[in-house]
């Protein structure tokens, strides 16, 4: 397992152990590397991340408060099941939070939250036009991905909003993951990111939402035709 792949999330270097399995599993469920449904058994993810028993299931009871993992008392776990109906709803769910903390985040921006704009953009930008939209190195993207998404509504100062748009939108990576390759050809994802960069930096408010609703649908959309695919 590459080490990159248990730093890609949001907070740098795990501080235990039980952080480590939950990062490195997380991003295989993510990934798809353990498909929906398949059932965790300890012996073979401590044969697969070289970890003891109690960090994985600390990480499996954590995964399970995000969603990821289903636990079926006593017969152990599963990785959660992947559905239309809940990526419709996270979709839905992710357009009206991105955009209430946008609203509210562009006219608080000062200097600094400009200055943190531009860095998360640009670095999204590499990575995006160097690796063929990111589809190269999607955890990677990802990451910036979330950095930049963060950085856009870091002014707004409800906690609330805040936690809450981030719920969704680490639910939302999961079908991303599932739909990027198969937008590749028919979306550009650079040109959306640098319209509502461009929006976000002019301060304008109703453009920079009406943006990010139809970026969110886009990929919504893109989800769903990729999961009728998968069913199909």
Known sequence: MNETLAKSRHDGPEKTLAE???????????????????????QMLQSRYGLGAGPLREALAKLSSDQLVELEGQRGCRVAMMSVKDAREIGDLRKVLEAQALALSIPAGDEAWESGLINAYHRLEQIERRMNQGIDNLPEWELRNNQFHTALVAACDSRWL???R???????????????????????????????????????????VAVIGVHVQRTTDAVLTA?????G
């Open 162 to 164: 805040q936690w809450m």
């Open 166 to 208: 981030q719920l969704m939108f680490d639910q939302h990576e999961r079908y991303r993951r599932l739909s990027r390759m198969k937008t590749l050809m028919t979306r550009d994802i650079n040109e959306e990111h640098k319209a509502l960069f461009e929006a976000a930096m002019d301060r304008n408010v109703d453009k920079a």
């Open 20 to 42: 480590r399995a939950y990062r490195l599993i997380r991003e295989d469920i993510v990934a798809g590397d353990l498909a929906p449904g398949l059932k965790l058994k300890i």
């Open 227 to 231: 999961l009728a695919d998968e069913v």
